[in-house]
Protein backbone atom coordinates (compact mmCIF):
# COMPACT_ATOMS: atom_id res chain seq x y z
CA UNK A 1 0.00 0.00 0.00
CA UNK A 2 0.93 3.14 -0.91
CA UNK A 3 2.09 6.12 1.73
CA UNK A 4 -1.12 8.41 1.02
CA UNK A 5 -3.30 4.93 1.26
CA UNK A 6 -1.55 3.66 4.27
CA UNK A 7 -2.31 7.47 6.00
CA UNK A 8 -5.95 6.74 4.53
CA UNK A 9 -6.36 3.22 6.54
CA UNK A 10 -4.97 4.70 9.37
CA UNK A 11 -7.70 7.64 9.71
CA UNK A 12 -10.63 5.45 8.90
CA UNK A 13 -9.12 2.52 11.18
CA UNK A 14 -8.21 5.49 14.04
CA UNK A 15 -11.39 7.35 14.12
CA UNK A 16 -13.79 4.05 14.15
CA UNK A 17 -12.27 2.61 17.08
CA UNK A 18 -9.94 5.48 18.93
CA UNK A 19 -10.41 8.04 21.52
CA UNK A 20 -9.39 11.10 19.13
CA UNK A 21 -12.22 13.75 20.44
CA UNK A 22 -11.01 17.28 21.91
CA UNK A 23 -9.96 16.39 25.44
CA UNK A 24 -10.57 20.06 27.30
CA UNK A 25 -12.78 21.63 24.08
CA UNK A 26 -15.88 21.17 23.45
CA UNK A 27 -18.19 22.79 20.53
CA UNK A 28 -20.21 24.78 23.27
CA UNK A 29 -23.07 24.25 21.98
CA UNK A 30 -24.35 23.23 25.33
CA UNK A 31 -23.96 26.96 26.00
CA UNK A 32 -27.05 27.26 23.62
CA UNK A 33 -30.16 27.41 25.68
CA UNK A 34 -33.32 27.08 23.36
CA UNK A 35 -35.97 28.56 24.94
CA UNK A 36 -39.31 26.38 25.72
CA UNK A 37 -42.83 26.99 24.36
CA UNK A 38 -45.59 25.37 26.51
CA UNK A 39 -47.91 26.78 23.53
CA UNK A 40 -46.53 25.67 20.18
CA UNK A 41 -49.92 25.06 18.71
CA UNK A 42 -49.05 22.30 16.21
CA UNK A 43 -48.72 18.70 15.62
CA UNK A 44 -45.44 17.13 15.49
CA UNK A 45 -46.52 15.81 11.80
CA UNK A 46 -46.44 19.43 10.94
CA UNK A 47 -42.75 20.03 11.37
CA UNK A 48 -41.12 20.49 8.62
CA UNK A 49 -37.24 19.78 8.72
CA UNK A 50 -36.34 19.91 4.99
CA UNK A 51 -33.91 22.54 3.93
CA UNK A 52 -32.55 23.21 0.53
CA UNK A 53 -28.93 23.16 0.71
CA UNK A 54 -26.36 24.21 -2.55
CA UNK A 55 -29.62 23.50 -4.61
CA UNK A 56 -30.57 20.04 -3.69
CA UNK A 57 -33.93 19.45 -0.93
CA UNK A 58 -32.97 17.50 1.64
CA UNK A 59 -35.43 15.87 4.00
CA UNK A 60 -33.64 17.10 7.27
CA UNK A 61 -30.41 19.55 7.09
CA UNK A 62 -28.08 16.88 7.63
CA UNK A 63 -25.20 16.03 5.67
CA UNK A 64 -22.94 12.55 6.22
CA UNK A 65 -19.46 14.58 6.54
CA UNK A 66 -16.66 14.46 4.79
CA UNK A 67 -14.37 11.15 6.04
CA UNK A 68 -12.82 9.14 3.77
CA UNK A 69 -11.38 6.93 0.13
CA UNK A 70 -8.31 5.83 -1.59
CA UNK A 71 -8.68 2.73 -0.26
CA UNK A 72 -10.65 -0.33 -0.94
CA UNK A 73 -12.33 -0.18 2.83
CA UNK A 74 -12.62 3.47 2.34
CA UNK A 75 -14.71 2.71 -0.93
CA UNK A 76 -17.02 0.25 0.62
CA UNK A 77 -17.68 2.74 3.40
CA UNK A 78 -18.09 5.75 0.87
CA UNK A 79 -20.60 3.36 -1.11
CA UNK A 80 -22.58 2.31 2.78
CA UNK A 81 -22.95 5.46 3.81
CA UNK A 82 -23.56 7.96 0.23
CA UNK A 83 -26.58 4.91 0.19
CA UNK A 84 -27.95 5.71 3.35
CA UNK A 85 -27.69 9.08 2.41
CA UNK A 86 -29.89 8.31 -0.54
CA UNK A 87 -32.41 6.37 1.06
CA UNK A 88 -32.84 8.67 3.50
CA UNK A 89 -32.64 12.00 2.09
CA UNK A 90 -29.59 13.38 3.14
CA UNK A 91 -26.46 15.05 2.07
CA UNK A 92 -23.08 12.96 1.69
CA UNK A 93 -19.63 14.33 1.33
CA UNK A 94 -16.54 12.53 0.26
CA UNK A 95 -13.14 12.42 1.71
CA UNK A 96 -10.26 14.27 0.24
CA UNK A 97 -9.90 13.64 -3.79
CA UNK A 98 -6.16 13.76 -3.07
CA UNK A 99 -5.25 10.11 -3.60
CA UNK A 100 -8.10 9.58 -6.58
CA UNK A 101 -5.73 12.66 -7.97
CA UNK A 102 -2.50 10.95 -7.41
CA UNK A 103 -3.32 7.21 -7.95
CA UNK A 104 -5.82 7.00 -10.41
CA UNK A 105 -6.82 3.50 -9.75
CA UNK A 106 -8.37 4.74 -6.55
CA UNK A 107 -10.86 6.59 -8.46
CA UNK A 108 -13.52 4.03 -7.71
CA UNK A 109 -13.62 4.02 -4.44
CA UNK A 110 -14.88 7.47 -4.64
CA UNK A 111 -17.49 6.67 -6.98
CA UNK A 112 -21.02 6.25 -5.44
CA UNK A 113 -23.10 7.84 -7.78
CA UNK A 114 -23.97 4.48 -8.59
CA UNK A 115 -25.63 4.36 -4.89
CA UNK A 116 -26.78 7.63 -4.63
CA UNK A 117 -27.47 9.22 -7.83
CA UNK A 118 -30.37 11.85 -6.69
CA UNK A 119 -28.19 12.84 -3.35
CA UNK A 120 -26.44 15.72 -2.64
CA UNK A 121 -22.66 15.12 -2.94
CA UNK A 122 -19.74 17.15 -1.90
CA UNK A 123 -16.41 16.41 -3.60
CA UNK A 124 -13.52 17.70 -1.37
CA UNK A 125 -9.45 18.47 -2.30
CA UNK A 126 -7.23 20.53 0.09
CA UNK A 127 -6.24 24.18 -0.92
CA UNK A 128 -2.76 23.17 -1.14
CA UNK A 129 -3.52 20.40 -3.71
CA UNK A 130 -5.89 22.60 -5.62
CA UNK A 131 -2.94 25.44 -5.72
CA UNK A 132 -0.99 23.48 -7.76
CA UNK A 133 -3.71 21.70 -10.12
CA UNK A 134 -5.19 23.32 -12.97
CA UNK A 135 -9.12 24.00 -13.49
CA UNK A 136 -9.23 21.19 -16.04
CA UNK A 137 -7.61 18.53 -13.57
CA UNK A 138 -10.23 19.53 -10.52
CA UNK A 139 -12.96 19.96 -13.23
CA UNK A 140 -12.13 15.79 -14.04
CA UNK A 141 -12.06 15.39 -10.39
CA UNK A 142 -15.53 16.88 -9.77
CA UNK A 143 -17.21 15.46 -12.49
CA UNK A 144 -15.59 11.86 -12.36
CA UNK A 145 -17.68 11.86 -9.02
CA UNK A 146 -20.76 13.46 -10.33
CA UNK A 147 -20.61 16.12 -7.14
CA UNK A 148 -22.63 18.71 -6.95
CA UNK A 149 -19.72 21.15 -5.25
CA UNK A 150 -16.51 21.07 -4.44
CA UNK A 151 -15.33 21.51 -0.76
CA UNK A 152 -11.32 22.95 -0.75
CA UNK A 153 -10.16 22.39 2.96
CA UNK A 154 -8.38 23.90 5.29
CA UNK A 155 -5.97 22.12 7.48
CA UNK A 156 -2.91 23.53 8.46
CA UNK A 157 -2.95 22.35 12.40
CA UNK A 158 -2.73 18.88 10.88
CA UNK A 159 -0.30 18.98 8.33
CA UNK A 160 2.06 20.75 10.88
CA UNK A 161 1.54 17.53 13.13
CA UNK A 162 1.73 15.16 10.31
CA UNK A 163 4.89 13.64 9.63
CA UNK A 164 5.84 14.57 5.97
CA UNK A 165 2.43 17.13 5.91
CA UNK A 166 2.22 20.04 4.00
CA UNK A 167 4.57 23.00 5.26
CA UNK A 168 3.84 25.68 2.76
CA UNK A 169 0.38 27.12 3.24
CA UNK A 170 1.25 30.25 0.82
CA UNK A 171 -1.35 31.24 -2.05
CA UNK A 172 -4.21 29.55 -0.30
CA UNK A 173 -6.57 32.67 -0.97
CA UNK A 174 -5.24 33.36 -4.15
CA UNK A 175 -6.13 29.54 -5.02
CA UNK A 176 -9.44 29.88 -3.91
CA UNK A 177 -10.08 33.37 -5.56
CA UNK A 178 -9.22 31.39 -8.47
CA UNK A 179 -11.66 28.87 -8.46
CA UNK A 180 -14.39 30.82 -7.61
CA UNK A 181 -13.76 33.18 -10.47
CA UNK A 182 -13.10 30.14 -12.77
CA UNK A 183 -14.05 26.47 -11.92
CA UNK A 184 -17.94 27.41 -12.71
CA UNK A 185 -19.30 25.29 -9.70
CA UNK A 186 -20.04 25.77 -6.58
CA UNK A 187 -16.95 26.07 -3.81
CA UNK A 188 -17.64 25.13 -0.44
CA UNK A 189 -14.62 26.39 2.09
CA UNK A 190 -14.05 23.85 4.79
CA UNK A 191 -12.39 23.66 7.93
CA UNK A 192 -11.48 19.85 9.31
CA UNK A 193 -11.77 20.44 13.05
CA UNK A 194 -10.61 23.63 13.79
CA UNK A 195 -13.04 25.92 12.84
CA UNK A 196 -12.90 29.27 10.83
CA UNK A 197 -12.98 33.10 12.47
CA UNK A 198 -14.94 35.88 11.28
CA UNK A 199 -11.62 37.34 10.13
CA UNK A 200 -10.72 34.33 7.99
CA UNK A 201 -14.77 34.35 6.69
CA UNK A 202 -14.28 37.96 5.39
CA UNK A 203 -11.09 37.31 3.63
CA UNK A 204 -13.68 34.52 1.76
CA UNK A 205 -16.18 36.40 1.80
CA UNK A 206 -14.01 39.68 0.21
CA UNK A 207 -13.14 36.71 -2.88
CA UNK A 208 -16.53 35.87 -3.60
CA UNK A 209 -17.42 32.68 -1.46
CA UNK A 210 -20.62 32.27 -0.91
CA UNK A 211 -20.46 28.53 1.12
CA UNK A 212 -18.26 27.87 3.67
CA UNK A 213 -18.77 24.93 6.79
CA UNK A 214 -16.83 25.50 9.68
CA UNK A 215 -15.97 22.19 11.13
CA UNK A 216 -15.11 23.67 14.41
CA UNK A 217 -13.14 22.37 17.41
CA UNK A 218 -15.01 19.89 19.50
CA UNK A 219 -15.71 16.80 17.65
CA UNK A 220 -12.62 14.99 15.94
CA UNK A 221 -9.29 16.35 16.34
CA UNK A 222 -7.75 15.78 13.07
CA UNK A 223 -4.36 16.49 15.04
CA UNK A 224 -5.29 14.11 17.56
CA UNK A 225 -5.60 11.37 14.96
CA UNK A 226 -1.86 12.91 13.41
CA UNK A 227 -0.48 12.42 16.76
CA UNK A 228 -1.56 8.70 17.29
CA UNK A 229 0.28 7.84 14.22
CA UNK A 230 3.36 9.32 15.18
CA UNK A 231 2.93 7.85 18.75
CA UNK A 232 2.39 4.25 16.57
CA UNK A 233 5.35 5.18 14.41
CA UNK A 234 7.49 6.06 17.59
CA UNK A 235 7.98 9.88 16.12
CA UNK A 236 8.40 11.69 19.40
CA UNK A 237 8.75 15.20 17.77
CA UNK A 238 5.56 15.22 15.83
CA UNK A 239 3.67 13.29 19.17
CA UNK A 240 5.26 15.80 21.97
CA UNK A 241 4.10 18.60 19.33
CA UNK A 242 0.33 16.99 18.61
CA UNK A 243 -0.12 16.32 22.36
CA UNK A 244 0.52 20.76 22.21
CA UNK A 245 -2.29 21.30 20.09
CA UNK A 246 -4.74 18.68 20.07
CA UNK A 247 -7.52 20.90 21.31
CA UNK A 248 -6.52 23.76 18.76
CA UNK A 249 -9.00 25.87 17.55
CA UNK A 250 -12.32 27.57 17.44
CA UNK A 251 -14.77 25.76 18.99
CA UNK A 252 -18.04 25.02 16.24
CA UNK A 253 -20.83 27.11 17.94
CA UNK A 254 -18.58 30.09 18.52
CA UNK A 255 -17.80 29.76 14.82
CA UNK A 256 -21.21 29.40 13.31
CA UNK A 257 -22.56 32.11 15.40
CA UNK A 258 -19.96 34.20 14.53
CA UNK A 259 -20.22 33.84 11.05
CA UNK A 260 -24.22 33.46 10.56
CA UNK A 261 -24.56 37.80 10.37
CA UNK A 262 -22.00 37.83 7.55
CA UNK A 263 -24.41 36.77 4.68
CA UNK A 264 -23.16 33.38 3.12
CA UNK A 265 -25.61 31.61 0.89
CA UNK A 266 -24.76 28.48 3.00
CA UNK A 267 -23.38 27.64 6.42
CA UNK A 268 -22.78 24.30 7.35
CA UNK A 269 -22.00 23.34 10.95
CA UNK A 270 -19.89 20.51 11.42
CA UNK A 271 -17.32 19.30 14.01
CA UNK A 272 -18.37 17.56 17.16
CA UNK A 273 -22.37 17.32 16.50
CA UNK A 274 -23.41 14.54 18.15
CA UNK A 275 -27.09 14.66 18.39
CA UNK A 276 -30.43 16.05 16.83
CA UNK A 277 -30.66 18.54 19.32
CA UNK A 278 -26.79 20.24 18.39
CA UNK A 279 -28.40 20.32 14.72
CA UNK A 280 -31.53 22.61 16.55
CA UNK A 281 -28.74 24.50 18.41
CA UNK A 282 -26.05 24.95 15.23
CA UNK A 283 -29.81 26.25 12.76
CA UNK A 284 -30.84 28.24 15.70
CA UNK A 285 -27.44 29.89 15.63
CA UNK A 286 -27.98 30.84 11.77
CA UNK A 287 -26.46 27.44 10.47
CA UNK A 288 -28.10 26.16 6.85
CA UNK A 289 -27.55 22.20 7.59
CA UNK A 290 -25.18 20.17 9.81
CA UNK A 291 -22.53 18.11 9.33
CA UNK A 292 -22.25 14.85 11.21
CA UNK A 293 -18.96 12.69 10.63
CA UNK A 294 -17.25 9.72 13.27
CA UNK A 295 -20.43 9.43 14.87
CA UNK A 296 -21.92 7.85 11.35
CA UNK A 297 -19.06 6.21 11.14
CA UNK A 298 -18.79 4.67 14.63
CA UNK A 299 -22.42 3.33 13.95
CA UNK A 300 -21.57 2.09 11.29
CA UNK A 301 -18.78 0.41 12.24
CA UNK A 302 -20.10 -1.17 15.44
CA UNK A 303 -23.47 -2.01 13.76
CA UNK A 304 -23.78 -2.42 10.37
CA UNK A 305 -26.29 -0.48 8.06
CA UNK A 306 -29.26 -1.04 10.79
CA UNK A 307 -26.57 0.84 13.38
CA UNK A 308 -26.27 3.50 11.03
CA UNK A 309 -29.63 3.94 10.30
CA UNK A 310 -31.16 3.69 14.18
CA UNK A 311 -28.76 6.76 14.79
CA UNK A 312 -29.75 8.71 12.43
CA UNK A 313 -33.43 8.13 13.02
CA UNK A 314 -32.36 9.26 16.94
CA UNK A 315 -30.69 12.30 15.21
CA UNK A 316 -34.05 13.41 13.11
CA UNK A 317 -36.31 12.65 16.13
CA UNK A 318 -34.29 14.76 18.35
CA UNK A 319 -34.16 17.77 15.55
CA UNK A 320 -38.06 17.39 15.01
CA UNK A 321 -39.22 17.52 19.12
CA UNK A 322 -36.53 20.64 19.29
CA UNK A 323 -38.15 22.46 16.33
CA UNK A 324 -41.96 21.28 17.93
CA UNK A 325 -40.81 22.30 21.18
CA UNK A 326 -39.59 26.02 20.59
CA UNK A 327 -42.84 26.28 18.19
CA UNK A 328 -41.09 25.96 14.97
CA UNK A 329 -42.54 24.55 12.04
CA UNK A 330 -39.90 25.28 9.76
CA UNK A 331 -36.25 25.72 9.95
CA UNK A 332 -36.46 29.28 9.44
CA UNK A 333 -39.28 29.54 12.37
CA UNK A 334 -36.49 28.06 14.25
CA UNK A 335 -33.33 30.25 12.96
CA UNK A 336 -35.83 33.07 14.38
CA UNK A 337 -37.22 31.56 17.74
CA UNK A 338 -35.41 32.84 20.64
CA UNK A 339 -32.59 31.33 22.21
CA UNK A 340 -29.83 32.31 25.31
CA UNK A 341 -26.13 32.05 24.77
CA UNK A 342 -24.83 31.64 28.04
CA UNK A 343 -21.08 30.69 29.49
CA UNK A 344 -18.07 30.44 27.45
CA UNK A 345 -20.30 30.73 24.00
CA UNK A 346 -21.26 34.20 25.16
CA UNK A 347 -17.46 35.44 25.26
CA UNK A 348 -16.26 33.98 22.04
CA UNK A 349 -19.26 35.29 20.57
CA UNK A 350 -19.09 38.93 22.07
CA UNK A 351 -15.11 39.36 22.02
CA UNK A 352 -14.48 37.82 18.39
CA UNK A 353 -17.13 40.95 17.41
CA UNK A 354 -14.12 43.04 18.82
CA UNK A 355 -11.49 44.25 16.31
CA UNK A 356 -7.99 43.16 17.87
CA UNK A 357 -7.04 47.16 18.78
CA UNK A 358 -10.04 47.34 21.02
CA UNK A 359 -9.38 44.39 22.89
Not at 143 to 151: E, H, R
Not at 207 to 214: E, P
Not at 292 to 299: D, E, G
Request: hydrophobic residues 45%; proline residues 4%.
Amino acid sequence: MSGIGERKSDHLAICAKEDVGFRGVSTLFECVRLVHDALPDCKLADVDASAVVLGKRLRAPILIAAMTGGTDEAGRVNDELASIAEERGLGFGLGSQRAMHLRPETRSTYSVRGRAPTTLVLGNVGVVQARAMTDAELRDLVGYVGADALCIHLNPAMELVQPGGDRDFSGGLDTIARLVGDLGIPIVVKETGCGISPTVAARLRAVGVRHVDVSGAGGTSWVGVETKRAAAAGNEPARSLGEAFWDWGVPTAASIASLAPMGFDTLIATGGVASGLDVARAVALGATAAGVARPVLRALSSGGRAGAMEFLDKIEAELRTAMLLTGSRSLAALRNSPRVLVGELSTWVEQLKEPPSKR
